[in-house]
């Protein structure tokens, strides 16, 4: 029997100052570790892989390359994160339109 693919996409934030990206995303490990399991978990972190985009031309250059990694995997279920105000605007200016 094959498992069931659980894909958690880390977003990025918009126009934030904060240098680097946080490296362990506890949220994301939480909410993991109710599923493990159950699924076969994976991440998919696109503020370390893209970082923070701070003009509308990075954010373009984000979306398009966002879209690309997330193309490559066909998971049966998709779980966004959205821990902070800031998160809450890329993830929903990306993903409505995915």
Do not use: W
């Amino acid at each position: 029997m094959m498992s069931t693919k659980c894909m958690f996409i880390c977003p990025t934030k918009y126009n934030y100052n904060f240098v680097k990206p946080e490296r362990v995303k506890y949220a994301v490990l939480t909410m993991m570790s109710h599923v493990a399991d159950l699924t076969d978990p994976f991440v998919i972190d696109l503020e370390m892989m893209l970082g923070y985009p701070r003009n509308l031309k990075e954010i373009s250059e984000f979306k398009t390359n966002a879209k690309s990694i997330l193309k490559n995997y066909l998971p049966d279920i998709v779980c966004i994160t959205c821990y902070t105000s800031f998160d809450y605007l890329s993830t929903e200016k990306n993903f409505k339109q995915l």
